[in-house]
């Protein structure tokens, strides 16, 4: 997911950047193109990772737990990062239930 977003926010800089260039307001090309290129985005780039260690089979586990630990690194460090911030830290002491279920619910 967090590789499709990355693909995401390139494709609509690009778009943002080539509709301003042609004089079209961003503001109405950006948004339905948004809403499908998620969909379509995040779909095809799961789908194709899924593809791939779902094709390695049992020989891939090494690489499927490193996928899985680096993003457990990867969570660990922003919590600390978060837990330092001032703004955000009442959010991971106190609010961090209704943030992670409306995240897995729009996930």
Not at 45 to 58: E, P
Not at 93 to 106: A, D, G, H, N, R
Request: charged content about 10%.
């Amino acid at each position: 997911a967090s590789i499709s977003s990355f693909l995401l926010a390139a494709v609509m800089i690009f778009i943002v950047l080539q509709a301003h260039r042609c004089g079209i307001d961003p503001d109405n090309v950006a948004p339905p193109i948004a809403g499908m290129l998620g969909d379509f985005c995040t779909l095809g780039v799961i789908s194709a990772i899924a593809t791939g260690l779902y094709d390695q089979g049992l020989d891939g586990w090494m690489l499927q737990l490193v996928i899985v630990l680096l993003y457990i690194i990867v969570a660990v460090v922003c919590a600390v990062i978060s837990w330092g911030n001032k703004h955000v830290y009442i959010v991971l002491k106190e609010s961090w239930t209704p943030v992670v279920l409306s995240m897995f619910i729009s996930s």
